[in-house]
């Protein structure tokens, strides 16, 4: 069969709306409404940065503060419904599942484990970029060809 390869926030963990609201915490911007919380969900990490004003170099140092305080409200962070189904269904195909994301390998592990669906994925690469997984995606590649 073959290897498919997840992105863990917005794909399998529902992290934005946490996200969000730590986001809006730290930065005193006031929140989005719904609509615009949906625009924001669907684009790409620059362009978030651009529509609220921040310093692309600011990037590095929120992401470690946000890695650490959404470790820290991994039980509000919902599942995705169905994404069980669909785990079950393609490990049952005999699919091999990975998980890549910027968030940390631990609240990625964490997280699996308390919605009971580590058993389903091979491997785990947490703590990969912010601005793209291109590198990361041809290493997971060659490593599991």
Do not use: C
């Amino acid at each position: 069969m073959s290897n498919i390869i997840f992105d863990f926030d917005g794909n399998i963990a529902d992290s934005l709306p946490i996200v969000m609201e730590l986001f809006f915490d730290w930065s005193g911007i006031e929140p989005l409404s719904k609509k615009e919380i949906e625009k924001v969900r669907n684009m790409h990490t620059k362009d978030i940065f651009g529509y609220f004003g921040i310093s692309i170099w600011k990037a590095p140092s929120l992401l470690v503060k946000g890695r650490s305080e959404l470790g820290k409200r991994l039980d509000d962070v919902l599942i995705f419904g169905g994404i069980e189904d669909v785990l079950k269904q393609l490990s049952k195909q005999g699919h091999t599942l990975y998980v890549v994301s910027s968030n940390s390998t631990l609240n990625i592990r964490r997280f699996l484990r308390k919605n009971k669906i580590s058993k389903y994925f091979s491997g785990v690469h947490g703590n990969v970029g912010i601005f793209g997984n291109t590198n990361v995606l041809r290493t997971i590649i060659r490593k599991y060809h």
